[in-house]
């Protein structure tokens, strides 16, 4: 691999306080335009993972390097800076704003960070994005008014409103049903891959993972869960070996 | 508009109802307490100004207070009249005695019966025509004067006290003859005429056609002393310069009552030996309005210390609810906080979201408390307008 790795973490680890239980990293490297999905057992540390590497969380030893960064060096607002300007983030749990119509939520991110500007090419770019995924007769619509789909859309939308060169996804299409998440996904790695950035998404759906161009797993052992032991590709974790 | 202010912006705007009910709480929290005390501060000023500029009052026994405020603000009084003879005897060369009598109105304004003299006491010139010259004229207060639309030339009617009883004086038609330049006072809403005109008003002066020419059927007796009419007979309903000398009264003019003689002495001591000779007697009284005022607010303040105890009360009340209603809209938008948090907000966005929200708030009630007052002050600003 001769490119520069977009994400690069090395010798991390990272322990909530109080708790007995840590998370090792030794070395996981994401490059630009590489779809890479982890798996492991639910209380492994994949959301914690996905949180490091958006610098959510700082670990406690190593290093998680941004474009060949070190996020843990740099101040909080700096890091939540980049953040929102160079990440893209599908959370489960991220909510849409129920006050603002779905334009200003995919807009969300220009109108909280202050390094973007929400000029006429953000908004422009925001309306191609959601006249892409379907949501063009939705823009004016809140979020009480759409579907489960239709939300996760926007959230999609959202995550790469920015073009960031790295978007992070937590299990993204957990609650949907099967044809609604089947095209959340669609969408999201045609957009992903259009535009040219990483994806790193943690998911349970094995089934998903012959999308993606590398599958990490983390395993658990007591007082201990390790990423990338076992680095596999798509087609072979399918399998489940 | 920065990010912030525009999503607590779109979040109240969303959110109109409770947003709604937290500006009016917050409104009527600051509205009470200002208002009560921006009232109450220019009753005083006003009562203390209207009263120092009113030497003595003198008027029958009775309610001290009652008096005071039929002679600052026209208030009809409960108590008897005095004798119009009582103008004489009070006054001297170092002793000016201007009578005053009030209890009718005309369109619902004071209509005040009094002399010249009280016009330079209280400053009052006409801005347009003149002051009462003769019976009938009238001059209107600068607001009465706006409010019923009137002016020099027109005329206005007195209002009669029982529509269906014939044996009270009928409305009569007066002249307006000029219009008071404004003086912020309680005499803006007055109707100013002599002391004669207003006994007519009150039916005690009248004029009828003369008995020689009156209708043969209407007669019904004459004597040497006195010639008798029938019921009839209707009596001049407006005085002009044709009418004007038969207008007349059947007693003695100086038992016709008044209200109310304000006494303004040119000397402390003409003013202690006026108000000395007078206090002597069983059934007058003279008052120095000031001092009866003083009495009044002493009474005022003590109601204002409650007022402040409430409004403090309300204050405490309101700051309470106000961290009780923070506390449950973080809890309530804890995902909202934790996606702005995730997506890379800065830490202060969720703080300076609430803070915002509530400054917006707290603007908007400001503004309409401000609004509630200016309009509450300028109903209600003047001692007159609750009296």
């Known amino acids: 691999m001769s490119a520069e790795p977009r994400v690069h973490l090395s010798a991390v680890r990272f322990a909530y306080p109080g708790s007995a239980w840590r998370l090792v990293v030794d070395d996981l490297a994401l490059l630009p335009g590489e779809c890479v999905a982890c798996i492991g057992p639910s209380g492994s540390g994949k959301t914690t993972l ?10 406690d030893q190593g290093a998680v390097r941004l474009d060949g960064l070190d996020l843990k060096t740099m101040p909080d607002d700096v890091r939540r800076a980049r953040r929102i300007a160079t990440i893209g983030m599908m959370f489960q749990q991220l909510e849409l704003l129920d006050y603002l119509t779905t334009l200003d939520n995919v807009l969300l991110p220009y109108h909280v960070g202050p390094a973007l500007d929400l000029d006429d090419v953000a908004r422009e770019r925001a309306r191609a994005l959601c006249e892409a995924v379907g949501l063009g007769d939705l823009m004016s619509r809140r979020p009480g008014h759409l579907s489960q789909g239709e939300r996760q859309r926007v959230a999609l939308c959202r995550a790469l409103v920015t073009e960031p060169g790295l978007v992070l996804c937590d299990e993204p299409t957990s609650s949907l049903d099967a044809d ?3 095209s959340v996904l669609d969408l999201l790695f045609e957009q992903v891959r259009v535009r040219g950035a990483s994806l790193f998404m943690v998911t349970h759906d094995r ?3 012959d999308r993606f161009d590398r599958v990490i797993d983390i395993t658990r052992s007591p007082g201990e869960c390790r990423v990338g032991e076992r680095i596999v590709d798509g087609a072979t974790a399918r399998s489940g070996s | 508009m920065s990010g912030v202010w525009w999503l607590s912006w779109q979040h109240l705007r969303h959110h109109r109802g409770p947003t709604l009910i937290l500006v009016l709480c917050f409104a009527v929290s600051l509205f009470l307490p200002v208002s009560t005390a921006v009232l109450i501060d220019r009753y005083e000023a006003e009562l203390v100004a209207r009263s120092g500029a009113t030497p003595m009052v003198a008027g029958a026994r009775g309610s001290r207070v009652d008096l005071t405020l039929s002679t600052l603000y026209f208030r009809p009084q409960q108590a008897d009249p005095v004798p119009a003879r009582l103008v004489d005897e009070l006054s001297a060369p170092d002793v000016l005695a201007i009578p005053l009598h009030v209890g009718f109105t005309a369109r619902g304004r004071a209509l005040v019966g009094t002399a010249p003299e009280y016009f330079e006491l209280r400053g009052l010139t006409p801005s347009a025509g003149t002051r009462p010259l003769r019976l009938g004229d009238v001059a209107l207060g600068a607001r009465a004067a706006r409010d019923l639309d009137l002016g020099p030339g027109d005329t206005l009617f007195s209002d009669q006290k029982e529509l269906y009883d014939i044996t009270v004086p009928p409305a009569i038609g007066l002249a307006v003859v000029g219009v008071l330049a404004p003086t912020g006072t309680a005499d803006d809403d007055a109707v100013f005429t002599d002391v004669r005109t207003a006994w007519v008003v009150a039916g005690l002066l009248h004029g ?8 043969a059927d209407k007669l019904l007796g004459r004597t040497e002393a006195a010639v008798f009419f029938s019921g009839a007979l209707v009596t001049h309903q407006s005085v002009s310069l044709e009418n004007i000398a038969s207008f007349h009264g059947h007693g003695a003019p100086e038992d016709l009552p008044l209200t109310a003689i304000i006494v303004v002495p040119r000397s402390d001591k003409a003013g202690t030996m006026v108000k000395s000779r007078l206090n002597t007697s069983p059934v007058h009284q003279m008052i120095v309005p000031r001092a009866v005022i003083g009495e009044l607010l002493a009474e005022v303040f003590r109601l204002r210390a409650v007022l402040d105890g409430y409004a403090t009360a309300l204050g405490v009340s309101t700051l309470l609810l106000t961290a009780l209603i923070l506390v449950l809209s973080t809890r309530l938008r804890a995902g909202e906080m934790a996606t702005l948090n995730h997506i890379g907000a800065s830490r202060r966005t969720a703080g ?13 009630a400001l503004v309409l408390a401000g609004l509630g007052v200016v309009a509450t002050v300028a109903a209600l600003g003047e001692v007159g307008a609750v009296l």
């Not at chain 1, 996905?50 to 670990?59: S, W």
């Not at chain 2, 300076?352 to 908007?364: D, K, P, Y």
């Open chain 1, 180 to 182: 609604t998440a089947t």
């Open chain 1, 50 to 59: 996905v949180n490091l590497v958006a610098g959510i969380l700082v670990p």
């Open chain 1, 207 to 209: 089934g998903l993972l």
């Open chain 2, 352 to 364: 300076r979201l609430l803070g915002t929200e509530m400054v917006i708030v707290l603007a908007l």
């Open chain 2, 208 to 215: 009828h056609v003369d008995a020689d020419a009156a209708d």
